[in-house]
């Protein structure tokens, strides 16, 4: 019998979504639409228009040496052509953001190829072949996982995730790289390690309360669903925990 | 010696404050009178990017920069989130959350304890970190050897 994945336990709305995000056959909602340019000068990792910098020469011209795995495992475009390992990192608040780090790198693995995530408590930095890179951000940021608010593009000081927000609802950020502009979109003025931009690249609006609650990966006992109240996934965590715990005693599931 | 013991409040709103309400609270604070002592706690707002790339560079942001207080300037470097107030006596208390009713009422709920916020003797630790500190109302406040100094607001009682 072919093998299901589970994705992960509960019962809760917060942990169907931590499923159905990890899950590639549910397509991620498209929700707010990035230009090319603006995504690339958010990231500030190369000009907009210019071409990609590589690190060695394209993989057809410098001659594969007779491999089983290499033929087995397809290079993605970006490994073909040869081109840097750049990044992309995310910080999201605690307060229902619809994402957050562990699940970042859980969807991507299911979701993407070719990518070295890195995940922190405050923060998920996702690593890849550039060209590659730019699709994977897109969809990371035009689709549901990503808030202009509660989500923040941020390469360096990420501090702000676990913080209250701001007056206008937006998460801390000490660069304040994001800004919510009077026409309430937010724009970013600065590139993810907090540089100016020579313009402001808008993003989107910030989602209301109610989408955020409805939408979030992360369980909060104030705002959001309370992670007691999901028994199913209570009781899976103690599990693991008792498993890994008594690990070095041989332990026997009763 | 038996020293003299003040009433401590906070005040912690849900949200961390805009530079302008903090303003605003703080006039309305300082009209209600009797304050001895006063912190604004938060998260810092560097003047220069800390960290990465574009460490070193200047960081323009609308959180950080000077606020009026009864007519001084100060420059805020926090993102305000918590207030810690030191009374003359406990009578001011019901002004004070009638201040703070006042200012957050159309904006976002606050909480606002009664405790001890901040010391008022040198510790052990205080006298091996700051030596001789000759004015002791900063202790429990900031850092005595901080290039920022507090301010000193005149006339307010």
């Known amino acids: 019998?072919?093998?299901?994945?589970?994705?992960?336990?509960?019962?809760?709305?917060?942990?169907?979504?931590?499923?159905?995000?990890?899950?590639?056959?549910?397509?991620?909602?498209?929700?707010?639409?990035?230009?090319?340019?603006?995504?690339?000068?958010?990231m500030g990792h190369r000009a907009p228009g210019q071409a990609y910098p590589?690190?060695?020469?394209?993989?057809?011209?410098?001659g594969e040496p007779d491999c089983p795995i290499r033929k087995i495992v397809k290079p993605t475009e970006g490994a073909k052509a040869g081109d840097r390992?750049?990044?992309?990192?995310?910080?999201?608040?605690?307060?229902?953001?619809?994402?957050?780090?562990?699940?970042?790198?859980?969807?991507?693995?299911?979701?993407?190829?070719?990518?070295?995530?890195?995940?922190?408590?405050?923060?998920?930095?996702?690593?890849?072949?550039?060209?590659?890179?730019?699709?994977?951000?897109r969809e990371l940021v035009e689709t549901n996982l990503f808030d202009p608010a509660t989500c923040g593009i941020r390469g360096a000081t990420v501090h702000g995730h676990s913080l209250r927000l701001a007056e206008n609802g937006m998460?801390?950020?000490?660069?304040?790289r994001c800004i919510l502009d009077t026409d309430g979109i937010v724009?970013?003025?600065?590139?993810?390690?907090?540089?100016?931009?020579?313009?402001?690249?808008?993003?989107?609006?910030?989602?209301?309360?109610?989408?955020?609650?409805?939408?979030t990966t992360m369980f909060h006992s104030l705002v959001g669903t309370a992670f007691r109240s999901d028994e199913e996934y209570v009781k899976y965590v103690q599990r693991i925990h008792a498993l890994r715990t008594k690990y070095g005693f041989m332990p026997k599931e009763a | 010696?038996?020293?003299?013991?003040?009433?401590?409040?906070?005040?912690?709103?849900?949200?961390?404050?805009?530079?302008?309400?903090?303003?605003?609270?703080?006039?309305?604070?300082?009209?209600?009178?009797?304050?001895?002592?006063?912190?604004?706690?938060?998260p810092s707002i560097p003047a220069t990017v800390p960290y990465g790339p574009a460490r070193g560079a200047a960081n323009p942001t609308t959180y950080r920069r000077a606020i009026q207080i009864c007519g001084e300037e100060y420059?805020?470097?926090?993102?305000?989130?918590?207030i810690l107030l030191e009374l003359e006596d406990s009578s001011m208390i019901p002004d004070i959350k009638a201040v703070c009713d006042e200012v957050f009422a159309d904006k976002f709920p606050y909480g606002i304890t009664e405790g001890i916020y901040m010391r008022s003797n040198m510790t052990t630790t205080d006298y091996a970190k700051y030596g001789i500190v000759e004015d002791e109302r900063i202790l429990g406040?900031?850092?005595p050897k901080s290039k920022q100094r507090p301010i000193i607001l005149q006339g307010n009682r």
């Open chain 1, 171 to 176: 998460m801390f950020d000490a660069v304040q």
């Open chain 1, 85 to 137: 390992v750049r990044y992309i990192q995310f910080a999201d608040s605690m307060l229902n953001a619809p994402c957050q780090p562990y699940q970042r790198t859980y969807l991507e693995m299911y979701r993407f190829r070719g990518i070295d995530p890195g995940t922190l408590s405050g923060r998920q930095i996702i690593e890849c072949r550039e060209r590659d890179l730019e699709g994977y951000a």
């Open chain 2, 141 to 143: 406040m900031a850092d």
């Open chain 1, 187 to 215: 724009k970013y003025v600065k590139d993810q390690v907090g540089n100016p931009l020579d313009r402001k690249v808008a993003i989107g609006k910030p989602m209301d309360a109610a989408w955020l609650k409805e939408n």
């Open chain 2, 1 to 42: 010696m038996t020293e003299p013991t003040y009433p401590q409040l906070r005040i912690v709103p849900m949200r961390f404050l805009n530079p302008e309400t903090v303003e605003i609270l703080l006039d309305r604070l300082f009209k209600a009178g009797g304050i001895r002592r006063l912190v604004l706690n938060g």
């Open chain 1, 54 to 62: 590589s690190a060695h020469p394209p993989l057809a011209e410098q």
């Open chain 1, 1 to 42: 019998m072919a093998y299901t994945p589970q994705y992960g336990p509960g019962t809760s709305k917060v942990a169907a979504n931590r499923r159905n995000q990890m899950n590639p056959n549910v397509k991620l909602e498209k929700i707010r639409s990035v230009t090319d340019e603006d995504l690339i000068l958010i």
């Open chain 2, 75 to 82: 420059i805020l470097g926090v993102q305000v989130g918590t």
